[in-house]
């Protein structure tokens, strides 16, 4: 496939160089569909997305309805290098991302709107009622973008106000008992200020996926409200001003995962602190809901059996953002500033099946036992020896996660740029950045009456076996400059620089209470009076390490261990590069940057490592945009990536409970080459193509152990060293690919325009897309793959004359097939192996939009 992907990348250039002699020579385009010329700001300025020096990829609304693009995971089918995972909101391009969403961490793509930075993704998957175009830069943008765009950037652009009244209003019902509606108004309020008032509301009442047992539908199921108000101002003839607020509201039935694999029936599954759910159906009497008594994902992913349904809420969701430009004759000076906050509140079944109750069964008579709670004997004896002192222990092992995020940020940017005509383009700012973030992680098991009262210790109330919380604080701020300088006609040089400085600064908190899993404890040998045990104490950190600022310090009335930690973190990144435009459509152009992610916390876990270092990228990239009259467009990248110190989240055994750490991988290298094709070839017929080949590998890194192998006995395991004092074998990850980079990646829209005459314009369009196998964790085996998979969508676009009306049906994966986001192994010890779990994509959906524009 590499040689494939490289003929073919090859081959593209070769056409573009050739091409370029016979495309001066060419007289007025024929009257054909023209190509789209689209319009980004992917440096800070209005260009033809053609003549930008950048990887870029755009969306316009037009395309995006031709295209039926709703989420990120629509774009990300399409656009070269970039994956997405909808089951935990992560992004990467060209293998760069983030590994973990533990507060303290970082996104190593950057996600703005209206080009004020957002720590989240929801706006990128807005509907295109509201969205006038999506931009997806790949590769380091830190000069000019700065926070966070490690791997690339992703701006949004709202459709703002017009400057004549308009109304406008769309209908949409679909399977799965889908319904909603969006509406606006937009037009001048005077004569020099403009409004816009929209708003959305959503409805999927059925999930895509059954829960067996009785409970929900759940996957795709929400209600979700959106509403947003603009403002546009000529304050002056130099003074302009733009103005947003929105909010919005939802609920989900969000399943993101199923188990593909047989339960694991051990009493405790690996890493367990409670009593596994699935060893329940070995012993006689156990209750539960429904009748499955096995994992029915094995046989078909998309059902389930759980008697916790997966909910999750969206409320005092608040923004604001503001661009205000003072345009001088030569200078325009920009101020874009924006606030966000939110609250994310979710909870989901944990155990992975039904089961709501058993008896454990105590162990046999055996007066050797050594049970500290009896005495000495065991239970069994007792009651063979002296009568019912206790019994077996009744386990309700319905055990939940339940997740809160409380997030609000404010975002600050200033810059002065040149307007003039003359050789030399320049912008320089400052940016600021604050950002509170409160995390919770509750792993609950509140129907065991034990959990909620350790024995000797704090009372326990919400039934955590673990609770880990925290607070962190991020002050982010930055300068930069760029000059872009023409020393030709047909050659610019760029240069530019940002310093970059990051706080992070706030506390974390953690409780670990176990039951039946401590030796001397165990369900077998005491039954009815086995304690649940706080193992706070034993499970934290209390050395000192880099990030941490206090000692740990235990709540006798919560029980929780407290720690503080605070680091700061500084670099230089910038951008040089070379662009040649020997004609109008001929674009090529060389472009090393340097990338660099702030260090970061695991924060929640107190664990002996909790801080990262930062990371830092060096990209080399070489491309070409090439068009041949109106028909044709061809753009081709190839680039190189050394990369040091990838933060990777890995689990570890501490003091015999698992907690998980980060690291720093040592040294990678990346690779690869991106291809996209615009062609007209008739009035009526258009395709865009777009395909990406990926490779990367580990250079260096060791020495780590796998959780989901921690013997290191799997095909592929590269063991290294003695085992830890736990009993794992570490591993070396050198030569192991990045996590979700994906190989190779091919998409295809067809397009067709069929005039109608008096009866308005119908467009008929294809989608076919096609990822590769992909891994998704640090270490490439087979539980951490998903199998390559392809989608075909069928779309059709009814216009009326003059454009007042629009009906959009369509089919989305019309074969019905399974796709994959991501897949993680554990270790499964009866039946002894490996489980997977997989990060599910939507079953074949069907749609009909009514649109109306006045």
């Given at each position: 496939?590499?040689?494939?992907?490289?003929?073919?990348?090859?081959?593209?250039?070769?056409?573009?160089?050739?091409?370029?002699?016979?495309a001066?020579?060419?007289?007025?385009?024929?009257?054909v569909?023209?190509?789209?010329?689209?319009?980004?700001?992917?440096?800070?300025?209005?260009?033809?997305?053609?003549?930008?020096?950048?990887?870029?990829t755009a969306?316009?609304?037009?395309?995006?309805?031709?295209?039926?693009?709703?989420?990120?995971?629509?774009?990300?089918?399409?656009?070269?290098s970039?994956?997405?995972?909808a089951?935990d909101?992560?992004?990467?391009?060209?293998?760069?991302g983030?590994?973990t969403?533990?507060?303290?961490?970082?996104?190593?793509?950057?996600?703005?709107?209206d080009?004020?930075?957002?720590?989240?993704t929801?706006?990128?998957?807005?509907?295109?009622?509201?969205?006038?175009?999506v931009?997806?830069?790949?590769?380091?943008?830190?000069?000019?973008?700065?926070?966070?765009?490690i791997?690339?950037?992703?701006?949004v652009?709202?459709?703002?106000?017009?400057?004549?009244?308009?109304?406008?209003?769309?209908?949409?019902?679909?399977?799965?008992?889908?319904?909603?509606?969006?509406?606006?108004?937009?037009?001048?309020?005077?004569?020099?200020?403009?409004?816009?008032?929209?708003?959305?509301?959503?409805?999927?009442?059925?999930?895509?996926?059954?829960?067996?047992?009785?409970?929900?539908?759940?996957?795709?199921?929400?209600?979700?409200?959106?509403?947003?108000?603009?403002?546009?101002?000529?304050?002056?003839?130099?003074?302009?001003?733009?103005?947003?607020?929105?909010?919005?509201d939802?609920?989900?039935?969000?399943?993101t995962?199923?188990?593909?694999?047989?339960?694991?029936?051990?009493?405790?599954?690996?890493?367990?602190?409670?009593?596994?759910?699935?060893?329940g159906?070995?012993?006689?009497?156990?209750?539960q809901?429904?009748?499955?008594?096995?994992?029915?994902?094995?046989s078909?992913?998309?059902?389930?059996?759980?008697?916790?349904?997966?909910?999750?809420?969206?409320?005092?969701?608040?923004?604001?953002?503001?661009?205000?430009?003072?345009s001088?004759?030569?200078?325009?000076?920009?101020?874009?500033g924006?606030?966000?906050?939110?609250?994310?509140?979710?909870?989901?079944?944990?155990?992975?099946?039904?089961?709501?109750s058993?008896?454990?069964?105590?162990?046999?008579?055996?007066?050797?036992?050594?049970?500290?709670?009896?005495?000495?004997?065991?239970c069994?004896?007792?009651?063979?020896?002296?009568?019912?002192?206790?019994?077996?222990?009744?386990i309700?092992?319905?055990?939940?996660?339940?997740?809160?995020?409380?997030?609000?940020?404010?975002?600050?940017?200033?810059?002065?740029?040149?307007?003039?005509?003359?050789?030399?383009?320049?912008?320089?700012?400052?940016?600021?950045?604050?950002?509170?973030?409160?995390?919770?992680?509750?792993?609950?098991?509140?129907?065991?009456?034990q959990?909620?009262?350790?024995?000797?210790?704090?009372?326990?109330?919400?039934?955590?076996?673990?609770?880990?919380?925290?607070?962190?604080?991020?002050?982010?701020?930055?300068?930069?400059?760029?000059?872009?300088?023409?020393?030709?006609?047909?050659?610019?040089?760029?240069?530019?620089?940002?310093?970059?400085?990051?706080?992070?600064?706030?506390?974390?908190?953690?409780?670990?209470?176990?039951?039946?899993?401590?030796?001397?404890?165990?369900?077998?040998?005491?039954?009815?009076?086995?304690?649940?045990?706080?193992?706070?104490?034993?499970?934290?950190?209390?050395?000192?390490?880099?990030?941490?600022?206090?000692?740990?310090?235990?709540?006798?009335?919560?029980?929780?261990?407290?720690?503080?930690?605070?680091?700061?973190?500084?670099?230089?990144?910038?951008?040089?590069?070379?662009?040649?435009?020997?004609?109008?459509?001929?674009?090529?152009?060389?472009?090393?940057?340097?990338?660099?992610?702030?260090?970061?916390?695991?924060?929640?876990?107190?664990?002996?490592?909790?801080?990262?270092?930062?990371?830092?990228l060096?990209?080399?990239?070489?491309?070409?945009?090439?068009?041949?009259?109106?028909r044709?467009?061809?753009?081709?990248?190839?680039?190189?990536?050394?990369?040091?110190?990838?933060?990777?989240?890995?689990?570890?055994?501490?003091?015999?409970?698992?907690?998980?750490?980060?690291?720093?991988?040592?040294?990678?290298?990346?690779?690869?080459l991106?291809?996209?094709?615009?062609?007209?070839?008739?009035?009526?017929?258009?395709?865009?193509?777009?395909?990406?080949y990926?490779?990367?590998?580990?250079?260096?890194?060791?020495?780590?152990?796998?959780?989901?192998?921690?013997?290191?006995?799997?095909?592929?395991?590269?063991?290294?060293?003695?085992?830890?004092?736990?009993?794992?074998?570490?591993?070396?990850?050198?030569?192991?690919?990045?996590?979700?980079?994906?190989?190779?990646?091919?998409?295809?829209?067809?397009?067709?325009?069929?005039?109608?005459?008096?009866?308005?314009?119908?467009?008929?369009?294809?989608?076919?897309?096609?990822?590769?196998?992909?891994?998704?964790?640090?270490?490439?085996?087979?539980?951490?793959?998903?199998?390559?998979?392809?989608?075909?969508?069928?779309?059709?676009?009814?216009?009326?004359?003059?454009?007042?009306?629009?009906?959009?049906?369509?089919?989305?994966?019309?074969?019905?097939?399974?796709?994959?986001?991501?897949?993680?192994?554990?270790?499964?010890?009866?039946?002894?192996?490996v489980?997977?779990?997989?990060?599910?994509?939507?079953?074949?959906?069907?749609g009909?939009q009514?649109?109306?524009?006045?």
């Amino acid at each position: 496939m590499k040689q494939i992907a490289i003929l073919a990348a090859a081959s593209t250039i070769a056409i573009v160089a050739s091409g370029q002699a016979s495309a001066q020579e060419q007289n007025e385009p024929d009257q054909v569909k023209k190509l789209d010329q689209v319009t980004v700001t992917a440096v800070k300025r209005e260009q033809d997305l053609n003549d930008v020096p950048v990887s870029v990829t755009a969306y316009t609304a037009d395309i995006r309805q031709e295209l039926a693009f709703e989420s990120l995971s629509d774009f990300a089918r399409f656009t070269p290098s970039l994956a997405f995972s909808a089951g935990d909101d992560r992004v990467f391009i060209r293998g760069v991302g983030r590994q973990t969403n533990t507060n303290g961490s970082d996104p190593g793509i950057a996600t703005y709107s209206d080009g004020i930075y957002d720590s989240s993704t929801s706006a990128v998957s807005r509907s295109d009622f509201f969205v006038e175009r999506v931009e997806v830069l790949r590769g380091p943008q830190g000069t000019l973008y700065g926070r966070n765009s490690i791997g690339g950037a992703i701006n949004v652009i709202s459709k703002r106000p017009t400057d004549e009244f308009s109304a406008d209003a769309r209908f949409t019902v679909g399977n799965f008992d889908t319904k909603a509606v969006e509406a606006s108004i937009s037009g001048p309020l005077s004569q020099r200020v403009r409004a816009k008032l929209g708003g959305s509301y959503r409805n999927q009442d059925e999930g895509y996926f059954d829960n067996v047992a009785g409970g929900p539908s759940e996957a795709g199921a929400n209600e979700s409200s959106y509403l947003e108000l603009q403002l546009d101002a000529d304050v002056t003839d130099t003074l302009s001003v733009w103005f947003k607020a929105d909010t919005t509201d939802a609920t989900f039935r969000n399943r993101t995962t199923n188990l593909a694999s047989a339960y694991d029936m051990f009493p405790f599954p690996s890493g367990y602190l409670t009593p596994g759910a699935a060893f329940g159906y070995l012993t006689p009497g156990y209750t539960q809901e429904g009748a499955a008594t096995s994992n029915p994902g094995a046989s078909d992913i998309r059902k389930f059996s759980v008697d916790t349904p997966t909910r999750s809420e969206m409320g005092d969701a608040y923004g604001l953002a503001t661009i205000a430009t003072w345009s001088l004759p030569t200078i325009d000076i920009k101020y874009m500033g924006g606030y966000r906050t939110y609250n994310y509140d979710s909870m989901r079944d944990d155990d992975g099946t039904s089961v709501t109750s058993y008896t454990y069964p105590l162990d046999p008579a055996n007066i050797a036992a050594g049970e500290v709670l009896t005495g000495g004997p065991n239970c069994q004896w007792l009651i063979e020896n002296i009568g019912p002192v206790c019994s077996a222990a009744t386990i309700y092992p319905s055990r939940t996660f339940g997740y809160i995020e409380d997030r609000s940020f404010w975002s600050h940017e200033v810059t002065a740029q040149s307007t003039g005509e003359g050789d030399v383009w320049w912008i320089v700012g400052a940016y600021a950045y604050e950002e509170d973030f409160h995390q919770e992680s509750h792993f609950g098991n509140n129907a065991q009456p034990q959990i909620l009262a350790p024995l000797a210790a704090a009372a326990n109330p919400d039934g955590d076996y673990v609770t880990a919380l925290s607070e962190l604080k991020t002050e982010s701020y930055a300068l930069f400059g760029q000059v872009d300088y023409d020393v030709t006609d047909t050659v610019t040089l760029t240069g530019g620089l940002r310093y970059s400085m990051d706080d992070k600064s706030g506390s974390e908190m953690l409780r670990v209470i176990g039951y039946g899993v401590v030796p001397g404890f165990s369900l077998g040998g005491s039954g009815s009076l086995t304690p649940a045990l706080d193992l706070t104490a034993a499970s934290v950190s209390y050395a000192s390490a880099q990030g941490v600022a206090s000692d740990v310090t235990i709540d006798p009335v919560t029980g929780l261990a407290r720690r503080q930690l605070d680091n700061s973190w500084n670099s230089l990144s910038g951008v040089a590069g070379v662009q040649w435009r020997p004609t109008d459509d001929t674009n090529y152009f060389f472009r090393y940057s340097r990338g660099y992610k702030s260090g970061g916390f695991n924060a929640g876990g107190i664990s002996q490592y909790p801080q990262t270092d930062e990371e830092l990228l060096d990209a080399y990239e070489v491309g070409v945009k090439k068009g041949f009259g109106d028909r044709l467009q061809l753009n081709a990248t190839a680039y190189f990536y050394s990369y040091d110190g990838l933060q990777v989240p890995l689990d570890v055994q501490e003091n015999g409970i698992r907690l998980t750490r980060f690291f720093n991988i040592e040294e990678s290298r990346a690779q690869g080459l991106e291809l996209e094709a615009q062609w007209t070839p008739t009035d009526d017929l258009r395709f865009l193509f777009s395909y990406a080949y990926n490779d990367s590998e580990i250079r260096d890194a060791c020495c780590f152990v796998d959780v989901a192998d921690p013997l290191a006995l799997q095909p592929g395991a590269k063991p290294v060293g003695a085992a830890d004092l736990s009993g794992n074998q570490p591993q070396s990850l050198e030569g192991q690919m990045l996590p979700r980079t994906v190989p190779n990646k091919f998409g295809l829209n067809a397009s067709y325009d069929v005039p109608l005459d008096v009866y308005g314009d119908l467009t008929v369009s294809a989608n076919f897309s096609w990822l590769d196998e992909t891994y998704h964790g640090i270490f490439n085996r087979s539980y951490t793959q998903t199998p390559s998979y392809e989608q075909v969508d069928l779309i059709a676009v009814w216009t009326s004359p003059e454009d007042k009306y629009r009906v959009v049906g369509y089919v989305k994966n019309l074969a019905d097939e399974q796709g994959f986001d991501g897949s993680t192994g554990a270790v499964s010890l009866l039946p002894a192996g490996v489980t997977q779990t997989y990060y599910l994509t939507a079953p074949r959906t069907i749609g009909v939009q009514l649109q109306l524009h006045f």
